[in-house]
């Protein structure tokens, strides 16, 4: 069967052309003309482009594959696609091993969006179909609400990943923070303004229950009306992880808010126990007089006494703690010796009383004043639990663990940027902190398996790139990937992800 050849012949001009030519019984014919080449590198390129094109097209199959040259001409050479498929890939992984893989592709997708680009989910929809070529349906205000069905798959899932930290759930940490709307028009049901952690008091909030394992991984959540006090929220949130996960009653460490009359009830008559934070500032005379008389004034020291027959309250001295309390005390006087002679109430002014005097219709408190002085440098936790089971140091220790309840919520508000909210139907808020929720997961799990933040390995991510070059002599596309930096594949392998091709 006849084959086809390669030729180089000289033009007119001088230069030298490539053909592909057949001979069939000492007859040449021309099959096409490849092209002329000026120089020896373009003379090659235009051999190589032959030899392609004998790959498609020659009649006679080869017997043995032939290795092909592989020159790459950096004027000619076209990038494209550049994508950033690797960032999405790794998150996608993250989502499963997170136990997200059974929900709707969206759902997941607009999660993984808040980690590398947050904003509004229309804006994510067209950063997806940008990025990745991902298009999903327009309707998505319409999928967004079914989300809620998925809630208790998502807190099983929450559940079953902190248990691949080795998690038993002996100690779980709650607490609550608010997020804002872009509005100043609450509603009677769900957003009303209160008192507000990110000082927006004039702007409509809903308040976020969120109860955290001791490594900060989130468990479980609540959204509340947003003039909710603080106290309410609380028992929610736990009875909904035991209606969720029921075989142990874990231990659970709270700020002083939390700790009212009935959520100490409750938890005593069911029985957990408890660590919270507590104000001794409004504890009796008598009990601060006894605690300043029992305990040391010495850095480190540390009391337990009885304040009810149900808890102890735990009380440590810091030499840091009261410099700091010193230098506060010190301007809130000075202020309220000011307001005094303006005669002047102030705003939410300590140590400025009313007095029945017309002449001096504010004084100063001196009793609070003695009172405050008396607790500078102490703080107080209360705790259901005996000594015998549980340490005061170790009970102080549980309850400094709460930074990490607050550090999942900078994750959220900052990295997540989970406010404001810009939602008006209370299916589509629920639905949006429930999202915000799944990639705290995501995040969450990247940095208790790599130590890094969740914002430092999405910065790596992101500078991996996958660019398609076109061959413009065969028309082929090939891809090419970045490199990765020694940091990311480290961290790749702590997460236990093998690297895409």
């Known amino acids: 069967m006849p084959k086809y050849r390669i030729r180089t012949v000289r033009t007119a ?65 076209e990038a494209t696609k550049v994508t950033h498929e690797f960032a999405r890939n790794i998150l996608l992984m993250l989502a499963d091993k997170c136990n997200l893989s059974s929900l709707n592709p969206l759902y997941r997708d607009l999660a993984i ?28 205000y319409e999928l967004l609400p079914k989300l809620l069905n998925q809630r208790s798959i998502i807190a099983e899932a929450a ?14 940490l709650y607490d609550v923070t608010t997020l804002y709307f872009e509005t100043h028009k609450p509603d009677d049901d769900l957003q009303a303004r209160g008192f507000s952690k990110d000082d927006k008091s004039k702007q409509p909030q809903i308040i976020i229950g969120l109860l955290v394992t001791a490594q900060g991984f989130p468990l479980i959540h609540e959204v509340f009306k947003g003039n909710t006090f603080e106290g309410y ?154 000594e015998k089971e549980l340490s005061n140091s170790d009970v102080i220790t549980y309850y400094h663990n709460l930074w990490r309840v607050e550090q999942a919520f900078r994750m959220s508000k900052s990295d997540l940027k989970s406010r404001p909210i810009f939602h008006h139907s209370h299916d589509a808020i629920k639905a949006h902190v429930l999202i915000c929720f799944m990639a705290l997961m995501i995040g969450k799990f990247i940095e208790i398996k ?20 076109r061959d413009p002599f065969s028309g082929k596309e090939r891809s090419v990937r970045t490199a990765i930096m020694p940091e990311l594949a480290r961290a790749l392998n702590a997460l236990e992800i093998k690297i895409p091709h």
């Not at 790599?450 to 070059?469: C, K, P, Y």
Request: aromatic content about 8%.
């Open 233 to 386: 929220t609380m028992l929610s949130v736990i009875k909904s992880f035991q209606k969720q996960y029921g075989t142990t009653k874990p231990i659970i460490v709270a700020d002083a808010a939390m700790l009212s009359k009935e959520n100490q009830s409750t938890l005593d008559s069911e029985g957990y126990q408890y660590i919270v934070g507590t104000r001794l500032a409004n504890a009796k005379h008598s009990f601060i007089s006894s605690l300043c008389n029992q305990i040391e004034k010495k850095d480190g020291a540390i009391i337990r006494m009885t304040y009810s027959t149900d808890y102890d309250v735990i009380c440590s001295y810091s030499l840091a703690r009261y410099k700091k309390a010193k230098r506060e005390l010190d301007k809130q006087i000075e202020r309220a010796e000011k307001l005094i002679a303006r005669k002047e109430p102030g705003k939410r002014a300590k140590f400025v009383k009313k007095s029945r005097s017309s002449d001096k219709p504010y004084i100063f408190d001196e009793v609070l004043k003695h009172k405050t002085e008396q607790l500078l440098g102490i703080k107080g936790y209360c705790t259901n639990i005996p």
């Open 113 to 140: 969006m808040r980690i590398l680009e947050p904003c509004s989910k229309l804006r994510s929809i067209e950063l997806l179909e940008q990025y990745f070529g991902i298009s999903y349906t327009q309707y998505l």
């Open 159 to 172: 559940i079953e990943t902190a248990k691949s930290f080795g998690d038993t759930f002996t100690l779980l």
């Open 13 to 77: 001009s001088g230069a030298k052309a490539i053909q592909i030519v057949l001979y069939t019984e000492n007859v040449r014919k021309i099959i096409k003309h490849i092209g002329s080449a000026k120089n020896d590198d373009e003379l090659e390129l235009l051999r190589i482009q032959a030899e392609q094109y004998i790959t498609d097209n020659d009649p006679q199959l080869l017997l043995f594959d032939q290795d092909q040259k592989r020159i790459v001409d950096f004027e000619n050479i």
């Open 450 to 469: 790599t130590g890094l933040s969740v914002r430092r390995v999405r910065d790596m991510l992101w500078q991996v790139h996958d660019i398609n070059l």
